[in-house]
T-cell receptor, first 113, second 111 residues
């Protein structure tokens, strides 16, 4: 039972490069989310999606792009990585959206040098 | 933006001790969730409290939602090393479209 998986788990990239973090869930959940976790800031929502082809901005969307062509996949792209985007990124999914149980992936550790 | 402040940020105790973690805000939330996160993993939902004044128990963990739905607490009785981790509270706004996380309380329980 894979659940929700993220890749890569660890990535080092250079400033200005494009990076895509992948997220795949096997539950057919409607809702998917991307959070970043930084010391002192807790988890902050970047983007979320209520269904395929529907995405919306969260608290900190600048510098990020998402897409949701298939229900099970929700990739997050950093178009031109900056050092301030060094963080741990968590993908999550939920059957019925915010308020119902949200299941998180194991995280992707991204370092921008 | 609704803010949630957790205290303490760090807590190191001996096995068998009791502890309480607090989650406070000036904003009202429709409900509040508590998560536990272990190193190298994503947060895992422990409980959701919905009604002001609600108390939920999960074995040695007791969760309370404030009467005004602005604050919550997590009390652990007779802490064990397996309770070690990062505890996060998260509030859902009245519109039901935003989940805001607190900064977390990092708990270490020493044997």
């Amino acid at each position: 039972d894979a659940g929700i998986t993220q890749s890569p788990r660890y990535k080092i990239t250079e400033t200005g490069r494009q990076v895509t973090l992948m997220c795949h869930q096997t539950w057919s959940h409607s809702y998917m989310f991307w959070y970043r976790q930084d010391l002192g800031h807790g988890l902050r929502l970047i983007y979320y999606s209520a269904a395929a082809d529907i995405t919306d901005k969260g608290e900190v969307p600048d510098g990020y792009v998402v897409s949701r062509s298939k229900t099970e996949n929700f990739p997050l792209t950093l178009e031109s990585a900056t050092r301030s985007q060094t963080s741990v990124y968590f993908c999550a999914s939920s059957g019925q959206g915010i308020g119902s149980p949200i299941y998180f992936g194991e995280g992707s550790w991204l370092t921008v040098v | 933006t609704q803010l949630l402040e957790q205290s303490p940020q760090f807590l190191s105790i001996q096995e068998g001790e009791n502890l309480t973690v607090y989650c406070n805000s000036s904003s009202v939330f429709s409900s509040l969730q508590w998560y536990r996160q272990e190193p190298g993993e994503g947060p895992v939902l422990l409980v959701t409290v919905v009604t002001g004044g609600e108390v939920k128990k999960l074995k040695r963990l007791t969760f309370q939602f404030g009467d005004a739905r602005k604050d919550s607490s997590l009390h652990i009785t007779a802490a064990q090393p397996g309770d070690t981790g990062l505890y996060l509270c998260a509030g859902i706004n009245n519109a039901g479209n935003m989940l805001t996380f607190g900064g977390g309380t990092r708990l270490m329980v020493k044997p």
